[in-house]
C-alpha cells in the first residue's frame, strides 16, 4: 500500500496572443530582418519597442528603425541551457543595446565560450532564414567581426 | 494623505521550510500554520475582519488551486476574502489598506507554496513579458545573472562580496529552526566553486524551499489589548519599475529607494533589516537603496538564502522582522518584499516597538 | 513593408511532479481495494468524501476515518451537449452531485445506464467500478454510477446537502 503518491501532469496551453500596433509592427519588421523601435516625445527609442515610455507613461510617436549590431551590457554565461531556449549549445544571455536605441533588447550570444564574452563588446544579429514575426526570428546574436 | 491608521503586526506563524514537502498538499501545510498565528494573535477567528492570502497557481500547475487552500481557513460564515497571485507580503499590504477604511479591526495574511513539484527556474518565466521575454525561456537564474554581472561591472561588488553575503546568510541560518540551507562555510572555498551561470554560483542563489506562513495584523486599540509589544507598521510603500530588464538600471533598485524614503527608513534608527535578497548580489543592491548602515544586522534568520520558498520568503521577511520586535530583540527594524525579475518591485516597511 | 503581425502564438509546456497529500493518499488506497472512506470533523461532525486534510468550514484537522457506501443519491445534476478536446464521454452525458450514503457532502461522477433526460434529483445509484483484477488507486477505477432501480430518495433526506 502506498504512502506516497506521485504524478507526472503536464501543463500546456496553446495562447495566441494579439499584439496590438506597436508590437505588431516590431515583429512584422523582425519578419523582414530588421529592427524597430519606437521614439518617445523625449526622444528616446525604445527597443523593443511598448506603446508608452516607460518613465514617464507618454504613448510613443513613431517608429524608427535601429541598427542590426550594437553593445552588450550585461552577460550571463548558460553553460547548461535548458530547453527552449536560443540555442541547444552553451551561450551567453545578454542584454545588448542595438545602435540607435536607448533600451537594450534581451536575447542571447553564440560566443562559443564564455572567455569570448565582455561588457561594452560589440554583437550583431544572426537571422533566422525562415521569419514568421517573432523574437526568435533573432536566432542570436554573434561577436561582431572587426 | 492624511495620516495613516495604525496597524500592527500582532502575530507570526511559519512551517520550518524543507527542499520537499512530500507527505502534505497545500492545505495540510497551512492548517497548523493558520492555527497557530491565530491562536497566538489572542484574536478569534470569527472575529478577523479581513483574510488575504498570496500563492501562486503556476507552482502546482493548476488554475485556482488557491481556493482549495480555503480550506485551512474555515471560510465559515461566508468571509471578505481577496488573493494575490505573488508572494503574501503583498497581501499584507493589501490588507493594511483594507484596514485603512476604518470600519474593521483586524486581518489574517497567509501564503503556501510548493516550488518542489515543477521545475522552478521554468515556472518562474510564467511571470514574463509573453511577446518579446518569455518565448526565449531566460530563466530566474539567467536573469538574476545577468543582474549580477551589471553590478560586478559597475565596480559596486565583486564575486567575493557575493561570496561573503552568502556565508554570512548561511552562518546566520545556523540559529534559525525555520531554515533548511545553513552552514559555517569559507569563503575562499566558496569561490573556488564552479559557476552555475556565471557569475552566479550555487551559494549564490536561493534554495527550492516548500513552505507556509501567516500574519495576524491588528489596528490601534484592539493591537494594543492582544499584544503586550505589537510590531506597528510605521510606514509601509510599494513601488515597481518598467518590466523590460534591458530599460532598467539593474544595479540600483530605484523602486526600492523610493519606497524606502516614503516608508522613513531614513528616519528612523534600524537595529534589524530582513530583505528579500533571494541573489546574494541583491542584497548589496537593497542595503544601498536602503541606505542601510553597516551596524544594521541584516538577515538575521538567514534571509532567502537559507530558505526560498517562493511566495512565502517575502512575508516571512516581515514575520521575522516583527517577531525580533513583538518579542523585544529589536526596537525598529526594516522588513523588505520583492517581486518580479531582478527586483523589478519592491514592497517596504518601517516596524517598530512604541 | 509587409503588415503588420496580429496575433502571435506563445504556447506554453510546463512538467510537474504533483503529490497526493496524506487524506487523499488513503482515500486512493480505499479505492484501490474498491471501497469509499470518507473523514469525520470533530467539531460540525459533518463526513466529507474524499476526506482532507481540514474541515473547510470549521479549519480543525479532521477525526475519525469512517467507511462510506458506494451507493447513494443524485442530489443536483447537469446534462452536458458541449463537446470539449480530449472528451470520452458520449455527448449527452449526466455529471451529478451524489450524496453516498454515510456521507454529507456530495461527491461528483458520471451517471450512466439511463437516459440523461431520465436523470432525476433523488434517483438512487450505485458505482460501477472496474473489475477487481483492474482496481488501482486511482478515480479511474470507478467508471461511472448506474441507477440500483430503487424507490427514489425523499426530497428530506438530501435537501440539507445540496
Not at chain 2, 523610493?258 to 548589496?284: R, T
Request: with cysteine; proline share 7%.
Amino acid at each position: 500500500m502506498g504512502t506516497e503518491m506521485i504524478a507526472p501532469y503536464v501543463l500546456e496551453y496553446t495562447y495566441r496572443r494579439s499584439v496590438g500596433p506597436v508590437l505588431g509592427r516590431f515583429l512584422a519588421a523582425l519578419r523582414e530582418a530588421r529592427v524597430e523601435g519606437a521614439r518617445t516625445p523625449s526622444g528616446r527609442v525604445i527597443v523593443p519597442p511598448t506603446e508608452y515610455d516607460p518613465d514617464t507613461g507618454e504613448s510613443v510617436g513613431e517608429m524608427v528603425e535601429v541598427g542590426q549590431a550594437g553593445v552588450v551590457t550585461a552577460w550571463a554565461w548558460m553553460s547548461e541551457p535548458m530547453r527552449n531556449q536560443p540555442l541547444d549549445k552553451p551561450f551567453a544571455w545578454a542584454l545588448v543595446k542595438l545602435d540607435g536605441a536607448d533600451t537594450a533588447i534581451l536575447h542571447a550570444v553564440d560566443a562559443g565560450s564564455a572567455e569570448q564574452m565582455a561588457s561594452g563588446m560589440r554583437v550583431r544579429i544572426r537571422w533566422r532564414a525562415e521569419r514568421e514575426g517573432s523574437i526568435r526570428d533573432i536566432e542570436c546574436f554573434e561577436p561582431e567581426t572587426r | 494623505m492624511s495620516t495613516p491608521r495604525d496597524v500592527a503586526i500582532v502575530s507570526f506563524a511559519q512551517r520550518p521550510a524543507v527542499r520537499a514537502e512530500r507527505q502534505a498538499d497545500d492545505t495540510e501545510m497551512l492548517l497548523p500554520v493558520l492555527t497557530e498565528a491565530i491562536a497566538r494573535s489572542g484574536i478569534a477567528k470569527k472575529d478577523l475582519g479581513f483574510t488575504c492570502s498570496g500563492s501562486c497557481d503556476y507552482l502546482i500547475g493548476r488554475p485556482f488551486s488557491f481556493v482549495s487552500a480555503l480550506d485551512a481557513v474555515g471560510a465559515w460564515p461566508p468571509i471578505s476574502e481577496s488573493h494575490v497571485e505573488m508572494d503574501g507580503a503583498f497581501a499584507l499590504y493589501e490588507a493594511w489598506v483594507r484596514l485603512q477604511h476604518g470600519d474593521i479591526d483586524s486581518a489574517l495574511v497567509y501564503s503556501f507554496g510548493k516550488s518542489s513539484l515543477g521545475n522552478l527556474r521554468e515556472v518562474m518565466v510564467m511571470q514574463l513579458d509573453p511577446y518579446v521575454l518569455a518565448p526565449l525561456w531566460p530563466d530566474s537564474i539567467a536573469l538574476a545573472a545577468l543582474q549580477a554581472r551589471a553590478l560586478i561591472d559597475s565596480g559596486r561588488a565583486s564575486e567575493r562580496d557575493m561570496a561573503e553575503v552568502a556565508a554570512r546568510s548561511r552562518r546566520s541560518a545556523l540559529a534559525n529552526a525555520n531554515a533548511h540551507v545553513k552552514g559555517d562555510f569559507d569563503v575562499d572555498q566558496l569561490l573556488r566553486e564552479p559557476h552555475l551561470v556565471a557569475p552566479l554560483r550555487k551559494h549564490d542563489c536561493p534554495p527550492i524551499s516548500d513552505g507556509a506562513a501567516a500574519i495576524v495584523l491588528a489596528a490601534g486599540d484592539l493591537a494594543r489589548k492582544v499584544c503586550a509589544r505589537p510590531a506597528w507598521i510605521r510606514g509601509i510603500d510599494h513601488r515597481i519599475e518598467p518590466h523590460s530588464p534591458g530599460a532598467r538600471d539593474l544595479t540600483r533598485s530605484s523602486s526600492t529607494k523610493i519606497a524606502g524614503q516614503k516608508a522613513g527608513v531614513a528616519e528612523a534608527d534600524i537595529d534589524v533589516a530582513e530583505l528579500h535578497a533571494p541573489f546574494s548580489h541583491q542584497e548589496i543592491i537593497l542595503r544601498d537603496a536602503l541606505g542601510l548602515g553597516a551596524s544594521v544586522d541584516v538577515n538575521p534568520s538567514g534571509g532567502a538564502l537559507g530558505a526560498n520558498p517562493m511566495m512565502v520568503a517575502g512575508l516571512t521577511r516581515f514575520g521575522e522582522a516583527a517577531s525580533r520586535i513583538i518579542d523585544g530583540r529589536a526596537r525598529r527594524a526594516v522588513a523588505h518584499a520583492t517581486s518580479g525579475p531582478c527586483l523589478q518591485q519592491n514592497l517596504v516597511a518601517v516596524l517598530e516597538a512604541r | 513593408m509587409g503588415d503588420p503581425i496580429k496575433v502571435i502564438k506563445t504556447p506554453i509546456h510546463l512538467d510537474y511532479q504533483v503529490l497526493a497529500g496524506r487524506d487523499l493518499v488513503r482515500f486512493l488506497n480505499a479505492i484501490a481495494e474498491g471501497k469509499f472512506i470518507g473523514r469525520r470533523c470533530p467539531s460540525c461532525k459533518k463526513v466529507y468524501v474524499p476526506p482532507r486534510g481540514g474541515c473547510p468550514t470549521c479549519a480543525v484537522v479532521m477525526g475519525d476515518e469512517v467507511p462510506v457506501a458506494d451507493t447513494g443519491c443524485v442530489t443536483t445534476f447537469c446534462i452536458v451537449n458541449v463537446p470539449y478536446e480530449g472528451q470520452v464521454m458520449k455527448l449527452p452525458y449526466v455529471y451529478a452531485s451524489i450524496l453516498l450514503d454515510g456521507s454529507d457532502i456530495p461527491f461528483p461522477h458520471l451517471i450512466q445506464g439511463i437516459e440523461a433526460k431520465d436523470v432525476r434529483m433523488g434517483l438512487r445509484v450505485k458505482a460501477e467500478w472496474v473489475p477487481a483484477a483492474e482496481l488501482k488507486p486511482t478515480m479511474e477505477s470507478i467508471r461511472w454510477f448506474k441507477p440500483t432501480g430503487e424507490p427514489d430518495a425523499p426530497y428530506d433526506s438530501y435537501k440539507d446537502h445540496l
